[in-house]
Each structure stands twice: as structure tokens, then as C-alpha cells.
């Protein structure tokens, strides 16, 4: 995606800072459609895109290992010679030396040498497919309770090697007190390392480097789960040069996706990478329009770009380096503020009149939560309040009312944190402007945002649309309302977020906290009401000072992550049943867990 003009943003005028980006987006050529005011576009499937799937074998197959072997082992040139019988062997000696000639002279000196297909780094043709290997259990096993197995890859099949991780890990198992706390932390602490990192290009003179990282069993990039799945080693980049490559490597190709389709959440692997694209598998509608060779999917989620940010801001606070901060990354970042400008607009102008909606979605399902209603603009919101609309939720639900409270939260923090990276690079104008930009949605959010609970006092609400309706819940997912403090929005004892915590940690206040006989946190839609995930008891922990809270909550993480990693989510009426043996950024939090406990509570666990 390097070198791609944007070309996705249409529709309402940007601010005056905003305008050299916003004549940088062409429209894009759209359908009408009668359910909208707004012209639409659909990302179809085309002919050619349909043949290249089908003849390509399945990522990660055998075949596909196979052919990528026989790519990088063909060589340049390959001469046929083919001779009359009559010919002498004078004539045919002569014709060899003339081919010889050729290859040594011309062929190494005057013929463009096509970039080498990529495999993923220190990947072996031989090495099982995580998803399946992580799904079931290897020795060894620990002697604790748990009987935890070893899941982490053979060493020739880890796809990224880092010296600075291997020495926390090793650090940490050996001061652990529990070996089962200690096991989960050697499979999940290194997971993002050892099995998502696809494809990387260290860079060098004249080039940047470039990181694809997927999710886990999708193959697939989302902005929220990627900086997720990074952040345990931000705090390491400035120890380990290799480290510090695959961040700024991140960085670079979230911006990339950013300037590419600033409305979409996840990506395709980058057509330089060498590896296929795939199929979501869904019918949807959506404008601005996107390319789906580039995009695996396409649901607008703020808190997808704030993530882009947060990749770039913890990476200058650990590094203070900020020579990521190009032109590329810069247009990016006005991507993000275009996409603002364009979210705050209200459903209805002042003369009642429907505005026009630059973003929307609708998907051919059977699941309320999966697409937007009225003609994918989603239900209305109202005016002059600062705050930004987003579609779906870090879940990748649906919202209901579409001023989704953490997601403000967490793009309010991010803004504001760029305004070091931007000074320091120079950009202090774009700085100031990021700045007040966070502070008028903070002010959003305490105005729209926090309501009088019948039960528990003030709280924030966890979406709201400006007309005084409210949405209480929480969803496990981040940003949330637990995660809140995690995010840098409130500290952990302000008195709206105390009360806000006790709600959505109680089944009377939160919809979606659930209780079984042995495991109790929060689900969220995406699953069903009978499946908690474990990500919302590691925030849990991370946001308390209890210490017998945070013991228990420990010991029912470990009891639900039997396979030695920790599940996307698991039925809180059977542990047995689980989704998603392997979910990388679920690994990720639990790591970040253990080393905020190393900091606050060490006596808990050493």
C-alpha cells in the first residue's frame, strides 16, 4: 500500500488546517441508492480478483509453502536451447559461449531484478498451522495445578526473534511463585512474536520498514488488536534494535492503511508482502467505497484510529524518537482529523433538513449487531456536541447510539498525546490544533456523557446520542468503560469512574456481566449472553488495589486457560467450551497484566 494516494474521503468540506489533505482525496465514484440520500458504493467482488483466489492454494497450506519455495528458487533467466540435429559441435559449443556471455554480461548488469517473494521471518515450510497446534496441548507440562501445557512454536518456527523478550522471559519464570502464572506468561508474552508477525521488512537506505501482524486465526490486520498486540514490547524497543525496527514498521503500515481507507478497521497483507489476500466472506455495502484486494473489512470504528495513534505515542514516550513522523505519517494523521470533522456532523441540519452521511454500512445478515439501520446511517444523533460518531465497537458490533463514550475517550487521550510527537517533529500548528480538538471532546463527554444512575450516582454512559438517551452496559473489548484509567482518560480513584466500575462489574448494572459456577466477568454481544472473556478480568485487575480481588481474579484466568494461552472468550456455565484457542491480543493484555503487577504488586506474585 506504500505510494497510495488516498483516495476514500468525500463529502462534507474540512476545516481550513484541514484543507491541503481533504483536495488530496479524490471522490470516490459511487451507485446511488434509493434507501440513502447519500451516493454509495459497494466493494464487489470482481472476475479477476475471484480467478486469483481460486487458483491460489490457501495461505499457510502446504501448497502454498511449496510454491513459494519454487518462486524464490527459480532463478532470473532461464535459457532453452534447442538445436537441429544437423548442427555441429562446433556450432553448438559456439552458441553456449555466446549464452554464457549473455547471463554473466548482460543479465546481472542491465536487467531489473523483481523483488523476491517474501516468507514470513524464520518460518519453516514443515511448521504446523498455529491455529490448530494451539488448540491442542504440548509438553512439557508444568507441575501446578494447571498442569499447564508448552504452546509456544519450535524455535525454527517463530516468525520473530527478539533478545530483549527472551531475557523478560526468562526473568519472569524464574520470580514467578506460581508456575502456572509463570507458564501463561511464557506462552503468552512472546504469542504476537512467535505467531502474527507475517510479514516484515527491516528497512534500509532509502526504504522504511514495513510489519504486517494479524490477529491470531484470521489473516488479517486490525489498527485496535495490531497496537495492542505491541504495546507489552514498547517499553523494550530502545533495548533491542530488531524490536525498534518492527514498531516503526507498524507504524509505517498503519499509515499506510490510514491514508488508504481511513473508514475501514482491518487490512489485507500488502501487495509488496507477497502474500494473498482473502474474502471476509460477507455482502456489504459500504461508502466511501474501498478496495477489497487492500481491505478485509471495512466497519468504521473511531477507536480503530485512535489506536493508530496510540502505536505512534507509546513508541515516542519509550523511545523519544519521533523520525517516524514524515510526510507519509503526517497525511495520516490529517486522514484521522478529516474522519473527525466529518463524524461530528449531526443527522439533522438546523432547518431539520437530513445532512448528508459521508460513512455507511450495511451487510446482507441475519445478526442486528453486524450492520447499521435506516439505510446503514444508523439511528440519529444530535448537534453540537463535540462528540464523534462511530459506527461499530472495538468488538466490531454495531452501536446503538452512536456517540460510543470510550471510544471518545480514548481518541480525546491519543489527540493529546500527539501533540508531543507533532512539536517534536516540527509540526507545532498541527499539534495545537490536535490539542484543542482533544480537550472540546472531553468536554463532550462530561457534558452527554455521564448520566444519574438511579442505583449507582453518576456514571459514564457507554454510548449516548446527544439527545439525552443513554445505552448502560459494558463490553469486554477495549476501550471500554472498565479500561478507562488503562487508557489515561480518568485516574483510578475519580469518583464518576468509581462509580461507573461498580455498575458494569455488577449483574445489576451491566447486562453483560455474567456469573457461572466457576468464572464471572464481562461478555459483550459479539459472542452471546452466556460467554464471558477473560481480557475483561485482566483489566479488572489492572484498575483495583484489592489484593484479594486481584488473587481470585488471577485464579480464574488460569482455570480458563487450560490450552496454556488465554481464549478469546469461555462459557461461564462450562470452562470446557471456549472461542478462539488462539487470539493474540488476549495473550498481549495478559502479559501487560503481569508486568503492571511486577510494578504495583509484586508481592502477589514473586
Same mark, same amino acid.
Given at each position: 500500500m506504500s505510494g497510495q494516494e488516498p483516495e476514500l474521503i468525500t463529502g462534507l468540506a474540512p476545516t481550513p488546517q484541514l484543507l491541503a489533505t481533504s483536495s488530496a482525496l479524490p471522490a470516490a465514484s459511487s451507485s446511488s441508492s434509493s434507501s440513502s440520500s447519500r451516493p454509495r458504493g459497494r466493494a464487489r467482488k470482481t472476475a479477476t480478483t475471484e480467478k486469483l483466489r481460486e487458483d491460489r492454494p490457501e495461505e499457510g497450506s502446504e501448497e502454498d509453502d511449496k510454491d513459494r519455495d519454487e518462486e524464490e528458487e527459480a532463478p532470473k533467466h532461464t535459457i532453452e536451447f534447442q538445436f537441429l540435429p544437423k548442427i555441429s559441435m562446433a556450432a553448438m559449443t559456439f552458441l553456449f559461449i555466446v549464452s554464457l556471455v549473455y547471463i554473466f554480461t548482460f543479465a546481472n548488469g542491465f536487467t531489473v531484478k523483481p523483488a523476491p517473494a517474501q516468507k514470513p521471518v524464520y518460518r519453516a515450510t514443515s511448521c504446523p498451522d498455529y491455529k490448530s497446534y494451539s488448540a491442542r496441548p504440548h509438553p512439557p507440562y508444568t507441575s501446578g495445578k494447571y498442569k499447564l501445557p508448552f504452546q509456544r512454536p519450535a524455535e525454527e518456527c517463530r516468525?520473530?526473534?527478539?533478545?530483549?523478550?527472551?531475557?523478560? %522471559?526468562?526473568?519472569?519464570?524464574?520470580?514467578?511463585?506460581?508456575?502456572?502464572?509463570?507458564?501463561?506468561?511464557?506462552?503468552?508474552?512472546?504469542?504476537?512474536?512467535? #505467531? $502474527?508477525?507475517? @510479514?516484515?521488512?527491516?528497512?534500509? $537506505? !532509502?526504504?522504511?520498514?514495513? #510489519?504486517?501482524?494479524?490477529? !491470531? +486465526?484470521?489473516?488479517?490486520? @486490525?489498527?485496535?488488536? =495490531? $497496537?495492542?498486540?505491541? =504495546?507489552?514490547?514498547?517499553?523494550?524497543?530502545?533495548?533491542?534494535?530488531?524490536?525498534?525496527?518492527?514498531?516503526?514498521g507498524a507504524i509505517n503500515t498503519q499509515a499506510d492503511f490510514v491514508l488508504a481507507s481511513p473508514y475501514c478497521n482491518a487490512f489485507q497483507p500488502p501487495p509488496q508482502s507477497g502474500l494473498h489476500p482473502t474474502n471476509n466472506g460477507q455482502d456489504d455495502i459500504v461508502h466511501p467505497i474501498y478496495d477489497p484486494t487492500l481491505v478485509f473489512e471495512c466497519k468504521y470504528e473511531i477507536d480503530s484510529l485512535a489506536s493508530f495513534l496510540s502505536l505512534a505515542?507509546?513508541?515516542?514516550?519509550?523511545?523519544? +524518537?519521533? =523520525?517516524?513522523? #514524515?510526510?507519509? @505519517? %503526517?497525511?495520516?494523521?490529517?486522514?484521522?482529523?478529516?474522519?473527525i470533522e466529518q463524524q461530528q456532523v449531526s443527522t439533522f441540519d438546523d432547518a431539520g433538513k437530513i445532512q448528508d452521511m459521508t460513512y455507511t454500512f450495511s451487510r446482507n445478515t441475519r445478526a442486528g449487531t453486524e450492520t447499521l439501520n435506516l439505510g446503514g446511517i444508523g439511528n440519529p444523533l444530535n448537534a453540537n456536541t463535540s462528540l464523534i460518531r462511530s459506527a461499530f465497537r472495538p468488538s466490531d458490533d454495531a452501536t446503538i447510539m452512536q456517540f460510543f463514550i470510550p471510544g471518545n475517550a480514548f481518541m480525546a487521550v491519543e489527540l493529546k498525546r500527539a501533540q508531543a510527537v507533532l512539536n517534536a517533529a516540527g509540526y507545532s500548528d498541527l499539534?495545537?490544533?490536535?490539542?484543542?480538538?482533544?480537550?472540546?471532546? $472531553?468536554?463532550?463527554?462530561?457534558?452527554? !456523557?455521564?448520566?444519574?444512575?438511579?442505583?449507582? !450516582?453518576k456514571v459514564f454512559a457507554y454510548e449516548v446520542d446527544g439527545y439525552g438517551s443513554h445505552v448502560i452496559m459494558d463490553d469486554a473489548n477495549i476501550p471500554s468503560l472498565l479500561s478507562l484509567p488503562l487508557l489515561g482518560f480518568v485516574k483510578h480513584d475519580d469518583p464518576i469512574y468509581v462509580n461507573t466500575r461498580k455498575m458494569v462489574l455488577s449483574q445489576a448494572g451491566n447486562p453483560y456481566f455474567l456469573r457461572g459456577p466457576s468464572f464471572s466477568g464481562i461478555g459483550g454481544p459479539h459472542i452471546g449472553i452466556q460467554n464471558a472473556w477473560p481480557m475483561s478480568l485482566l483489566v479488572q485487575i489492572m484498575t483495583t488495589d484489592d489484593d484479594e480481588e486481584i488473587l481470585g481474579l488471577l485464579e480464574m484466568v488460569l482455570q480458563a486457560s487450560r490450552l496454556g494461552l488465554v481464549n478469546e472468550s469461555v462459557d461461564v456455565g462450562n470452562l470446557a467450551m471456549y472461542t478462539r484457542s488462539w487470539f493474540a491480543w488476549a495473550n498481549s493484555v495478559y502479559a501487560q497484566t503481569i508486568l503492571d503487577l511486577e510494578k504495583r504488586k509484586p508481592h502477589l506474585i514473586f
Open positions: 516468525l520473530f526473534r527478539s533478545s530483549a523478550v527472551e531475557k523478560v %522471559i526468562d526473568k519472569m519464570v524464574k520470580k514467578l511463585k506460581d508456575e502456572d502464572l509463570a507458564r501463561l506468561f511464557e506462552n503468552g508474552f512472546p504469542n504476537t512474536l512467535d #505467531t $502474527t508477525i507475517r @510479514w516484515h521488512v527491516p528497512g534500509g $537506505t !532509502g526504504e522504511q520498514p514495513e #510489519t504486517f501482524i494479524v490477529t !491470531g +486465526d484470521i489473516n488479517a490486520q @486490525w489498527l485496535r488488536d =495490531s $497496537t495492542n498486540q505491541l =504495546s507489552q514490547y514498547q517499553h523494550l524497543a530502545k533495548h533491542d534494535a530488531t524490536l525498534k525496527t518492527l514498531i516503526l505515542n507509546q513508541y515516542y514516550e519509550n523511545t523519544k +524518537d519521533a =523520525s517516524f513522523a #514524515t510526510g507519509k @505519517w %503526517i497525511e495520516a494523521v490529517k486522514n484521522v482529523l478529516v474522519v499539534g495545537t490544533l490536535v490539542a484543542k480538538k482533544a480537550q472540546l471532546i $472531553t468536554e463532550g463527554i462530561y457534558k452527554y !456523557g455521564v448520566i444519574n444512575h438511579a442505583v449507582f !450516582g
